[in-house]
């Protein structure tokens, strides 16, 4: 499980490894491009039911933590759909990676 650390706070925001991966690469071309945006998630065990949404801006301090120390594979179509909903008004919402099935 990985940790996204959002402004000043200390409390992580936790991702499995695998998806937090993904959203790195989207949330970093988007504020290399100087893009604000959402990201919207649904609250994991053992935290209390609900969501979250965060405000993206390139000049607030953003920090990814991984617990595995190799970088996964990344998928494409993965990239594509987070980064289709990041130009979206409703921003990205963290959604489980969808395998097509041949």
């Known amino acids: ?8 706070s200390t409390d992580p925001i936790h991702v499995e490894d695998r998806a937090l991966a993904h959203l790195k690469v989207v949330i970093s071309t988007k504020l290399r491009r100087n893009e ?7 609250h994991a065990d053992p935290d209390p039911s609900g969501r979250s949404t965060i405000w993206l801006h390139p000049s607030i301090p953003l920090r ?20 289709h909903s990041a130009s979206s008004s409703g921003g990205i919402s963290l959604v489980e990676e969808q395998v097509a099935i041949s």
């Open 64 to 83: 990814f933590v991984f617990d595995a120390p190799e970088a996964p594979e990344l998928s494409r179509e993965w990239i594509e759909a987070l980064a």
């Open 36 to 42: 604000s945006f959402t990201l919207s998630w649904k």
């Open 1 to 8: 499980m990985g940790s996204l650390y959002y402004g000043e």
